[in-house]
């Protein structure tokens, strides 16, 4: 079995698959590349979280700083000037209310701003590895949203324990988390894929993204409720993919309540499809991106 | 497509070709992605690096490849290597493959040299559990001591080759590919690389790039002179070498080969 086998410029594949199993493939490749690569994403990864913090004193303190300064800086600029549905307010303090809804969109927002700012560099990032070694080039979409769930979890841990010292208990839907948590991150990692392909091939992909993610601050659903649009916005607003992330995370997170399953549903089919939709994409123009780079 | 006498090819090249699409200005090629299907003028001009490549590699063969800069010889290797697709002709490659093309440019310059093998063995192909296993043997080939734990960004080039081209003979591949890599290491550790080839030579296939003509001589058994992007001489190292030579001090060195047709 040849492990090179290309004829006029196409890699052929020697096999005799009918329309079904090939889409069956498809479907597992992504997730049979990182199991096959699984010890290159974990060399990589580490260096990945080490280079975070390097030349830094305080390390990983930082990671816990950040998070609990937003609680402060949040409490005290929007005590008392934001309009939240009733069931937002989980605690006695209102102003502490703001911060736990505030606090739960940031972080969905923080994870995926992560994401979108650095995906348009990251080949370039790693163009050595691209060009002058066999390097797996789509394992860093995987890698980099990894790096990026790390530093969420740690943020997500420091709002539990302040919601939990605030309102004195933890809704069981917490647990339900995981649910919320993986079809973002496949969501993240396809959105990568697009990203960094379209950024191999022009750096303008990643001047507009530093232009349009601090819009999408205000587009997404994070320092206010999507009631205040009244009918038809608080629809609309769903046309951003991220609403549902952050609706559904409050919905678990502080109501303590099961999410809307139409919301649900819309979360599950935009992350699927972007997560496919950027394989296939990443894996059309792969072989273009090495002698473009 | 198995007949006897092809099990043994490694590497098999009918009529292959590389062309490189060049851009009079930067954002050219996105004028052809946007109207290069409107019109028949294209906006970039091919360059051709390489053109008509025929090639039969056997196993355990040992191969020179001679040629000025720009000749395509990295490009052939790259090709073979399965970094970047030729754009017409047949490729066929069999067995794993390392390239020890510019591994030492790969490495992080704040991470140590302990952390670089870990990541270099990984990008070749390793197991973490393979790596750890092979450390020590690394280390001691590489030879050079405390700086192991040391960040890259104190070693000198010399240093640097030492560890990857130390990583590269630690893959057990079956196709070595060596590009000029070892032209910076000292005397000393480029004896011990060459007697490390030499034995590697027993059972894989080498792929070598060398303008050190005596090096060629003495490790390979084939050499093959690329000029143009096409096989000029393929024969023995003696004689290949000797014409190669000789070309060298007739012809001039001709800039105008860098130029899109």
């Not at chain 1, 999507?226 to 649009?229: G, H, N």
């Not at chain 2, 510019?102 to 310059?109: I, P, Q, R, V, Y």
């Given at each position: 079995m040849p492990s090179v086998n290309v004829v006029n410029g196409k890699q052929i594949v020697v096999e005799n698959l009918g329309p079904v199993e090939r889409t069956i493939r498809f479907i597992c490749r992504p997730f049979a590349q990182m199991w096959h690569h699984r010890d290159l994403i974990q060399a990589i990864l580490r260096r990945e979280v080490a280079e975070r913090f390097k030349g830094s004193i305080a390390g990983w303190v930082w990671a816990i700083v950040a998070p609990l300064l937003a609680i402060a800086v949040y409490t005290i600029a929007f005590s008392g000037r934001l309009d939240l549905p009733p069931q937002y307010i989980v605690t006695g303090n209102q102003n502490l209310s703001y911060a736990l809804f505030i606090l739960s969109g940031i972080v969905v927002f923080n994870f995926w701003s992560e994401m979108a700012f650095r995906a348009p560099m990251l080949l370039h990032e790693y163009v050595h590895f691209i060009k002058q070694t066999i390097f797996p080039s789509d394992m860093l979409a995987v890698i980099s949203t990894l790096r990026a769930t790390l530093y969420t979890v740690i943020s997500l841990g420091v709002l539990i324990v302040f919601q939990l010292i605030t309102t004195g208990g933890l809704p069981?839907?917490?647990?339900?988390l995981p649910l919320i948590m993986i079809p973002f991150i496949a969501f993240l990692v396809g959105m990568s894929w697009f990203l960094c392909a379209i950024g191999a091939f022009t750096r303008d992909a990643g001047y507009l993204m530093i232009n349009i993610v601090p819009l999408f601050m205000f587009a997404t659903p994070v320092f206010y409720h999507?009631?205040?649009?009244g009918s038809p916005g608080d629809i609309l607003?769903?046309?951003?993919?991220?609403t549902g992330y952050v609706d559904v995370m409050r919905d678990i997170m502080l109501v303590g309540k099961l999410p809307n399953w139409q919301v649900y549903a819309w979360t599950l089919f935009t992350s699927v499809f972007t997560f496919y939709f950027g394989y296939w994409f990443f894996d059309r123009y792969r072989n273009v991106i090495v002698d473009v780079l | 497509m198995s007949s006897s006498t092809s099990s043994d090819l490694v590497v098999e090249a009918k009529h292959l070709g590389k062309a490189y699409q060049l851009y009079a200005?930067?954002?050219d090629w996105l004028k052809q992605v946007a109207f290069g299907w409107a019109t028949s003028k294209p906006f970039s001009k091919p360059f051709p690096v390489l053109r008509d490549i025929n090639l039969a590699i056997q196993r355990g063969e040992s191969i020179g490849f001679l040629g000025r800069n720009g000749c395509g010889k990295s490009t052939l290797l790259q090709v073979i290597c399965g970094m970047t697709l030729p754009s017409h002709g047949e490729l066929r490659v069999t067995g794993r493959i390392a390239p020890?093309?510019?591994?030492?440019?790969?490495?992080?310059?704040?991470?140590s040299g302990r952390e670089n093998v870990m990541i270099g063995g990984a990008v070749l192909g390793l197991k973490r559990g393979e790596v750890q296993r092979k450390f020590s043997s690394i280390a001691e080939f590489a030879g050079i001591g405390d700086y192991m734990d040391q960040p890259v960004k104190h070693y000198s080039m010399g240093m640097r080759t030492r560890l990857a081209f130390s990583i590269c003979a630690h893959v057990e591949a079956e196709i070595l590919v060596v590009d000029e890599a070892l032209a910076v290491g000292d005397a000393a550790f480029q004896r011990k690389c060459m007697d490390w080839i030499e034995g590697f030579r027993e059972h894989g296939t080498l792929l070598f790039v060398s303008h050190a003509k005596a090096d060629v001589m003495r490790l390979c058994r084939r050499a093959i002179w690329i000029d143009d992007g096409r096989i000029r001489e393929d024969g023995k190292p003696v004689e290949v070498v000797r014409s190669y030579a000789r070309a060298m001090e007739t012809e001039p060195d001709d800039m105008k080969r860098f130029t899109a047709v």
């Open positions: 069981w839907t917490m647990l339900l999507q009631s205040i649009f607003i769903y046309i951003n993919a991220l | 200005r930067r954002n020890v093309l510019a591994l030492g440019s790969t490495f992080d310059l704040e991470l």
